[in-house]
């Protein structure tokens, strides 16, 4: 899934093109959605495994929703470009971690 942004939708092109899934583009995943419909995204009990494509932005909004809530969160920074892998049980986000692009 991906913003309706062209530079989204650009960044999972390769990954749609290999794994032979369409890209779905997803207006809860635009730069200017408010974070509470991405966080509804992204504990849909029926989305599993997915690949989410958004804006720095939105993932800043949605980890502070994520900290308010009691989520240790850590770090707390989100470079250009970096992933996030969310787990999620019984429509809950359960741990957040940043992937191979890190702060500092």
């Known amino acids: ?12 092109e390769p990954l749609s093109q290999r794994r032979g899934v369409p ?16 966080l509804q995204l992204v504990t849909d009990p029926g989305l599993h495994q997915a ?3 958004g804006h720095g932005e ?10 308010d809530g009691g989520l240790p969160i850590e770090p707390r920074c989100w470079p250009k ?5 969310l787990d999620t049980n019984d429509g809950q986000v359960t741990g957040a971690l ?3 692009r890190r702060c500092g």
């Not at 939105?58 to 900290?67: E, S």
């Open 1 to 12: 899934m991906a913003s309706p942004a062209l530079r989204c939708q650009q960044t999972v």
């Open 23 to 38: 890209i779905e583009l997803v207006d809860a995943l635009s730069v200017d959605a408010p974070p509470v419909r991405l």
């Open 51 to 53: 690949v989410l494509c």
């Open 58 to 67: 939105q993932i800043g909004l949605l980890l502070g929703l994520l900290a």
């Open 81 to 85: 470009g970096s992933t996030w892998v």
């Open 98 to 100: 940043p992937g191979r």
